[in-house]
């Protein structure tokens, strides 16, 4: 399987970054070594001293699909989840300003650290969605998934010009305004429409 991600999908959260807004969707792959499940406990690599939290809506693909129209898009996935992108921004910085890819800074084990499913179905409208991230009680991160500037449809119709869908296939969709650093001992709550799908410590 494969895990498809969305950058700078959020206006506040391309400003925050010092970036423009993307005229397409921004996509980058994490390798199935990179997910985290069952709230198991996430290990800053010593490659970074400046580890950020991402949290993100994910979805998850339960159908074959290549060429999908946006209209049709909502047939391929059955489950949404939070999930977080966690980034090693000293490495992202560095290999950004070399002009290289920056995708080791994304892509590490345990990168992906990923929510309980909730039916597709149990959400009337997939283009409002509240989603939230607390660490250690604080809130840090609101979103609501009609703040996306590619939407769940126009994800997989972009993405699927490019890349064959598959059953089990992932989407990080992006993450809203408000990310920085974790340090170990810090317990990151992720809820997805005011429920709790994701709950794990940092070591
Ligand atoms: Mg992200």
Sequence with gaps: MK???VGLNYRKHAAEMGRPLPPEPMIFLKPDSALLKKNKPFFIPDFSKNLQ??????????KLGKGIAAKYADRYYDALTVGIDFTARDLQHKF??????WELSKTFDGSAPLG???PAERFPNHSDISFSLEINGEPRQEGNTSDLIFGF????EYV?????LK???????????????????DNLVARLAGE???????R
């Design 3 to 5: 895990i498809i991600c």
């Design 53 to 62: 939290f991402e949290a993100e809506v994910v979805l998850r693909i339960s």
């Design 96 to 101: 950004s300003q070399a002009g290289h890819p």
């Design 116 to 118: 309980t499913f909730i």
């Design 153 to 156: 449809a126009d994800i997989i």
């Design 160 to 164: 699927s010009t490019f890349y064959t």
């Design 167 to 185: 059953t089990g296939d992932l989407i990080f969709t992006g993450t809203p305004s408000g990310v920085g650093p974790v340090k170990k001992g």
């Design 196 to 202: 709790t799908v994701l709950d794990f410590f940092v």
